[in-house]
């Protein structure tokens, strides 16, 4: 008789899970949209946006609809520049979002029943906004769990490679350092 209070004991614990729990809200959003193939060539209105940072601090920005880049400075604040890619950056940025089927339908956020439940803390979070060939696709992910999709990676991926154009520039290279950290 007494085995069966344990029994039912052990499988409470195991269900509700001994680690960590996770007490995050899912911020992750997708609006892409469906069955949209990309045309081969990069058509004229190709244009995006992409805000960075840590946490709801999306401070870094490289936007190609007005050719600016914002860099976090952290504790001094941010600074706006102007910055156009030439053809070739934005027609090779172009193919590269062409290989992850950027406008088509991501999965960015881990399912539910992700073997890892836990969060990060700082955690970093992208926005994405994408115009081609007359429609938008806007999407954003976020690291702070433990886990992130083979989507989101393919658009860190991304960023980071569009990033690094962006570092090349002289006009990114001459806007100050940042000082200072997130925690």
């Known amino acids: 008789m007494r085995r069966w209070p344990i029994a039912v004991l052990t499988a409470v614990l195991v269900l509700s899970g001994c680690g960590e729990r996770e007490y995050v809200k899912d911020k992750v959003e997708t609006t892409a949209v469906d069955n949209t193939k990309m045309p081969a060539d990069m058509p004229p209105d190709f244009d995006f946006e992409v805000r960075y940072g840590y946490g709801e ?25 102007d910055l156009k890619l030439t053809d070739d950056e934005m027609r090779g940025i172009y193919a590269k979002m062409s290989e992850i089927d950027i406008m ?15 969060s990060r803390t700082p955690y970093s979070e992208d926005s994405w906004t994408v115009t081609i060939d ?50």
């Open 57 to 81: 601090v999306n401070k870094n920005e490289i936007n190609t609809y007005d050719d600016t880049i914002t860099k976090d400075l952290i504790a001094k604040g941010t600074v706006k520049a």
């Open 104 to 118: 088509g339908k991501k999965q960015l956020a881990p399912a539910a029943a992700s073997p890892t439940v836990c």
């Open 134 to 183: 007359g429609k938008t696709a806007s999407m954003s992910w976020s690291s702070e769990r433990c886990d992130i999709t083979d989507d989101a990676q393919q658009l860190l991926e991304l960023r980071q490679y569009i990033h690094t154009l962006v570092e090349s520039k002289h006009a990114y290279q001459a806007l100050p350092e940042a000082e200072g950290g997130y925690d």
